[in-house]
Antibody, heavy 121, light 109 residues
Framework: EVQLVESGGDLVQPGRSLRLSCAAS????????MHWARQAPGKGLEWVSG????????RYADSVQGRFIISRDNAKNSLYLQMNSLRAEDTAFYYC??????????????WGLGTLVTVSS | SYVLTQPPSVSVAPGQTARITCGGN??????VHWYQKKPGQAPVLVVH???DRPSGIPERFSGSNSGNTATLTISRVEAGDEADYYC????????????FGGGTKLTVL
């Protein structure tokens, strides 16, 4: 059974940094591209970033470009999101999602339950 | 960047058919995916590549895509189908390719 478990969400002040992790199990992690998506309170889903199976292709949403960094460690079956210069509008549940393919194409066929990031002073 | 437009809400009685649209410029040339999102739960892929169903998704869920509109159709709607539904495409020509529609709240009357 595919399992994706996010961690690292917290209450953080504006301008500070936070690192999210996603632990994957139940499938061959390095056979799939991976993504982060988020949902702010009362808002819709927003794609945040994606990384191909070998980290050779990485993309970001315009809203996080230059502030967030996605990475993966295939030896540890883990996906990461380094979030810098956090803003109030980054407050959301952050979801880890598996791409159906090894390159960035979508769809996202498995999702975690999410971890909550709150940016507030 | 590519924009996907969904109606904010759709209401349907149990046993009837719900149709949720997703509008986009020449969306018929894109592969459209649909997700179901219930409060406190992970999103679930219900239709991918316009009209394919993942294993475990009931046949009541179907999709179509042509011209400027993609449609998710839910037949014989049940109370458990009440959720938010999102369309999504991967715009590979964009620097920011992951695009979701704004979401549609399906209410079962």
């Amino acid at each position: 059974e595919v399992q994706l478990v996010e961690s690292g969400g917290d209450l953080v002040q504006p301008g500070r940094s936070l690192r999210l992790s996603c632990a994957a199990s139940g499938f061959t992690f390095n056979d799939y591209a991976m993504h982060w998506a988020r949902q702010a309170p009362g808002k819709g889903l927003e794609w945040v970033s994606g990384i191909s199976w070998n980290s050779g292709s990485i993309r970001y949403a315009d809203s996080v470009q230059g502030r967030f960094i996605i990475s993966r460690d295939n030896a540890k079956n883990s996906l990461y999101l380094q979030m810098n210069s956090l803003r109030a509008e980054d407050t959301a549940f952050y979801y880890c999602a598996r791409d159906k393919h090894d390159i960035l194409t979508g769809p996202f066929d498995s999702w975690g339950l999410g971890t909550l990031v709150t940016v507030s002073s | 960047s590519y924009v996907l437009t969904q109606p904010p809400s759709v209401s349907v009685a149990p046993g009837q058919t719900a149709r949720i649209t997703c509008g986009g410029n020449n969306i018929g040339t894109e592969s459209v995916h649909w997700y179901q999102k219930k409060p406190g739960q992970a999103p679930v892929l219900v239709v991918h590549d316009d009209s394919d169903r993942p294993s475990g998704i009931p046949e009541r869920f179907s999709g179509s895509n042509s011209g400027n509109t993609a449609t998710l159709t839910i037949s014989r709607v049940e109370a458990g189908d009440e959720a938010d539904y999102y369309c999504q495409v991967w715009d590979s020509s964009s620097d920011h390719p992951g695009v979701f529609g704004g979401g549609t709240k399906l209410t079962v009357l």
